[in-house]
């Protein structure tokens, strides 16, 4: 992707700010109004009764819009209605998931209670995260934030405007990092706003990134989708898909810059049956180590348990539970601007554990009119599938014999001399199937006969 010319970006920047509102004053938000679209049916006292602080003023409301018969409203009619006179819901966002230690803080910085999965936030609430911790917020809009370890945040606006899905978020980050994938943001009140000590930032519906450094307070913005307002110092900047920008404070924002491609992850199964589990990609140009993040499935929502820089190409994990996963890699510049991810998703499935094979042993040649086929007891079974085929990737399944009691199965398939693959999964009692064992291979000298 292009990033728009100067000429094009001015136009583009001035048009966006203005969308956002950002700069504007309060009364100047307020002075909006907000569009509704009658439906067969409406009432106009009941368009009131939804949307408006003072229901009994639908009079107003008919007058501000040339409504002849409050009772009978022309379907598809555009009714305007004062953002200042619209309803507004509690100002809270919630805390969907906490992973690890995330903590209140009071006024004066100290903690002052731990954040639990489901509480509620109010404005004003400064919250912590510590290291190798996360917290996930969703908004009114559902738009959700991801906050990464080591950071500090302090929820400046949640206004909503009840039911037209309208909210005003507003987010300062003190350190740390965040993650947000923000809704469309439709209506000329609705804004999306994160503040640093270096950058102001809005958007209508995007994802990007943000790290403050807590020393300095430098910013790094990254876009993923859509696009990004900034202002700083009496600067502005539109950053696109794919480009970021470093923010200093106190002063002017440069050029967004070209963020580095995802990297190329190397082929990988979506679900891993065994430990370890290795992933590896190809070294990226320009990247200067690697930013790597996993991601784990926590009741509907993920949770970064490990966030690491990498100075190699590859990764392995000997001790993972199993569950369902995300993998993101991307590479860092030199100017420290992470890259676009290269995402892998990826199912860890190694209970129960598979049974350890037994005869006929790997590379064993077998003849005769019978072939058993003998393994060790799992502890987690209950019993057994097995199968059998004629490659080791199990494309070309000769033989899928469920529900085996006991360790023994004898093939009762008349097998043409070849090479053979054969190999065994554990089932519970709840009829979960675990991950096959290792395959063994078995070369057949001679035909077997069908057993009668």
Request: hydrophobic content about 40%; charged content about 20%.
């Amino acid at each position: 992707m292009k990033h728009p010319t100067a000429m094009a970006r001015s136009v583009l920047l001035f048009l966006w700010l203005g969308c956002l509102g950002l700069g504007f004053a309060q009364a100047q938000t307020n002075a909006a109004v907000w569009g509704y679209k009658v439906k067969p049916g409406d009432r106009l006292i009941d368009i009131a009764k939804t949307y408006q602080k003072s229901p009994e003023e639908w009079q107003k409301l008919q007058q501000r819009n040339g409504v002849a018969d409050p009772k009978r409203l022309v379907p598809g009619k555009q009714l305007q209605i004062p953002v200042s006179d619209l309803k507004q819901g509690n100002p809270v966002a919630e805390a969907v998931l906490v992973h690890g230690d995330v903590q209140r803080l009071d006024k004066s910085g100290q903690p002052a209670g731990k954040l639990s999965s489901g509480d509620i936030l109010k404005m004003g609430d400064t919250l912590q995260t510590a290291a190798r911790s996360t917290l996930t917020i969703r908004f009114a809009d559902d738009s959700r934030m991801l906050v990464t370890e080591k950071s500090t945040i302090t929820m400046t606006s949640l206004l909503n405007y009840g039911k037209t899905g309208m909210a005003d978020t507003k987010v300062q980050v003190h350190n740390g990092g965040t993650d947000s994938q923000v809704a469309p943001q439709k209506g000329p009140a609705a804004r999306y706003e994160i503040t640093t000590p270096a950058i102001n930032l809005a958007v209508r519906g995007t994802g990007f990134r943000i790290q403050v450094d807590g020393t300095s307070g430098n910013t790094r913005t990254e876009v993923g989708e859509g696009l990004v307002a900034g202002t700083a110092a009496g600067s502005q900047a539109l950053i696109a898909k794919g480009f970021g920008i470093i923010a200093e404070p106190g002063k002017p924002l440069g050029q967004p810059q070209a963020l580095l491609p995802p990297p190329q992850l190397q082929p990988s199964p979506d679900t891993i049956g065994k430990l370890p589990a290795l992933f590896a990609w190809q070294a990226l140009a320009g990247a200067q180590h690697y930013r790597l993040q996993l991601l784990a499935s926590v009741q509907g929502s993920d949770a970064i348990i490990v966030d690491e820089v990498l100075q190699t190409t590859q990764v392995q994990w000997d001790d993972l539970p199993d569950g369902d996963y995300v993998l993101r890699i991307r590479g860092v510049d030199a100017t420290g601007l992470e890259g676009q991810n290269a995402v892998q998703p990826f199912q860890l499935r190694t209970k129960p554990a598979p049974p350890e094979l037994a005869l006929p042993s790997d590379g064993q040649h077998g003849a005769g009119t019978k072939i058993s086929f003998r393994w060790k007891p799992a502890p987690e079974a209950h019993t057994y599938r097995f199968q059998l085929a004629e490659d080791a990737d199990f494309r070309q399944v000769l033989a899928l014999v469920p529900n085996i009691a006991g360790t023994t199965h004898a093939v009762l398939l008349a097998l043409p001399q070849g090479l053979y693959f054969w190999r065994v999964a554990s089932v519970t009692p709840t009829g979960l199937i675990g991950p096959y064992s290792d395959a063994f291979r078995l070369t057949v000298q001679g035909d077997t006969q069908k057993e009668d």
